[in-house]
C-alpha cells in the first residue's frame, strides 16, 4: 500500500460527459502528480501541484482541469469526454519536486467512455 | 516529450535466468529512477540513481549509469515470475523537475 488513494476505482460515463477524479496524498507529500495511461501505454505526464499551487504541465487537454485543495487532496477534471480519454489516470504523490523524489502511486481510476 | 527510450520492448525468459533492461535518454539529467507496474496496477518506486553514480544494488537488481553514453540499465538476477511486469524509467532533466517517462518494457518470466 503507497499511501495515495484515489477515488472511484473504475467509472464509466458516455460522451460528453463530466466526471471528477479525486486523489489523497501520502500523509506529509505536498507534491501530487497526474497521469494518464492509455491500454498498454506509457504513462503520459498531465499536470503537477507543489503545495496547492501549479508547477508543472504535461499533455494536459484544455477539456481537462485540476487544482490542489489547501488539505493537499486533489481533483482531476475531464469534461466533454471522449472515446479516446478512456484510460487509466494515476495520481502519485512525493515528499518535495519530482528529481529528487521517488513518487508513490495511487492504484488509479479506470475510466470507460462509452 | 519522451526522454527515456527502453529498450526492448519486451522480454520474455525463463524463471531463473537474468533479466536485463536499457534505458536511454537524450538531455543531461541529476537523477533516473526505476519503476515497475504490475498489470493494470500502479507504479512502484524500485531505485534512484544519481548522474554522479555509475552503480546501484538493491537485492536482486542492480542498475548502472552511463551518463557519457545517456543511458542506464536495470539487471534482476534470478528472476522469479513475480518480476512479471512493465518496467519503466524516468529522468529529470526538465526544467520543472517533472519526470520524463519511457515506454517501458515489458518482462514475462515464464515458468
Known amino acids: 500500500d503507497s499511501g495515495v488513494t484515489q477515488t472511484p476505482k473504475h467509472l464509466i460515463t458516455a460522451t460528453g460527459q463530466r466526471v471528477t477524479l479525486r486523489c489523497s496524498p501520502r500523509?506529509?507529500?505536498?507534491?501530487v502528480y497526474w497521469y494518464q495511461q492509455s491500454l498498454d501505454q506509457g504513462l503520459q505526464f498531465l499536470i503537477q501541484?507543489?503545495?496547492?499551487?501549479?508547477?508543472a504541465k504535461g499533455n494536459i487537454l484544455e477539456r481537462f482541469s485540476a487544482q490542489q485543495f489547501p488539505d493537499l487532496h486533489s481533483e482531476l477534471n475531464l469534461s466533454s469526454l471522449e472515446l479516446g480519454d478512456s484510460a487509466l489516470y494515476f495520481c502519485?504523490?512525493?515528499?518535495?519536486?519530482?528529481?529528487?523524489?521517488?513518487?508513490?502511486f495511487g492504484p488509479g481510476t479506470r475510466l470507460t467512455v462509452l | 516529450s519522451q526522454q527515456g527510450e527502453e529498450d526492448p520492448q519486451a522480454l520474455s525468459i525463463q524463471e531463473g535466468e537474468n533479466a536485463t533492461m536499457n534505458c536511454s535518454y537524450k538531455?543531461?539529467?541529476?537523477?533516473l529512477q526505476w519503476y515497475r507496474q504490475n498489470s493494470g496496477r500502479g507504479l512502484v518506486h524500485l531505485i534512484l540513481?544519481?548522474?554522479n553514480e555509475r552503480e546501484k544494488h538493491s537485492g536482486r537488481l542492480r542498475v548502472t549509469l552511463d551518463t557519457s553514453k545517456k543511458s542506464s540499465s536495470l539487471l534482476i538476477t534470478a528472476s522469479r515470475a513475480a518480476d512479471t511486469a512493465s518496467y519503466f524509467c524516468?529522468?529529470?532533466?526538465?526544467?520543472?523537475?517533472?519526470?520524463?517517462w519511457g515506454a517501458g518494457t515489458k518482462l514475462i518470466i515464464k515458468p
Open positions: 502519485a504523490s512525493s515528499e518535495g519536486l519530482a528529481g529528487y523524489n521517488e513518487q508513490f
Open positions: 500523509s506529509g507529500d505536498l507534491s
Open positions: 501541484y507543489y503545495n496547492g499551487e501549479e508547477r
Open positions: 538531455t543531461s539529467i541529476n537523477n
Open positions: 540513481i544519481r548522474s
Open positions: 524516468a529522468t529529470d532533466a526538465d526544467s520543472n523537475y517533472q519526470l520524463i
